[in-house]
């Protein structure tokens, strides 16, 4: 199995800033994506970025120009730098992979608990 672990939520004011931290552990053979979504109250979760193992990123047009993706591989570490916060960032954010574990044959999709991150003066 694979474990995700988010850090990093938090209240922060509009136009300020946030760094988001995931961190995979346990059985892993090999990760492939990693990435975060996002659930706002009453509404359904959604894409915020992912990025492959090879570097490719993938932005929602919401957040595209704003929030910047990265990932340690060599530590298992996926990070989203949200900049320019708006209220409508207001969320709990998910970290996602798609992951082997070890003793699997075929990838699985795993999510981290969740951290809140509010946008508010």
């Known amino acids: 199995q694979v474990q995700l672990v988010e850090s990093g939520g938090g209240l922060v004011q509009p136009g300020g800033s946030l760094r988001l931290s995931c961190a995979a552990s346990?059985?892993?053979?090999?990760?492939?994506?990693m990435g975060w979504y996002r659930q706002a109250p009453g509404n359904a979760r959604e894409l915020v970025a992912t990025?492959?193992?090879?570097?490719?990123?993938n932005y929602a047009a919401s957040v595209q120009g704003r929030f910047i993706i990265s990932r340690d591989n060599a530590k298992n570490t996926v990070y989203l730098q949200m900049n320019s916060l708006k209220p409508e960032d207001t969320a709990v954010y998910y970290c996602?992979?798609?992951?082997?574990?070890?003793?699997?044959?075929?990838?699985?999709?795993?999510w981290g608990q969740g951290t809140q991150v509010t946008v508010s003066s």
């Open positions: 990025i492959t193992n090879g570097g490719s990123t």
């Open positions: 996602m992979s798609i992951a082997t574990a070890i003793a699997r044959t075929t990838p699985d999709n795993y």
């Open positions: 346990g059985s892993i053979f090999s990760i492939y994506i």
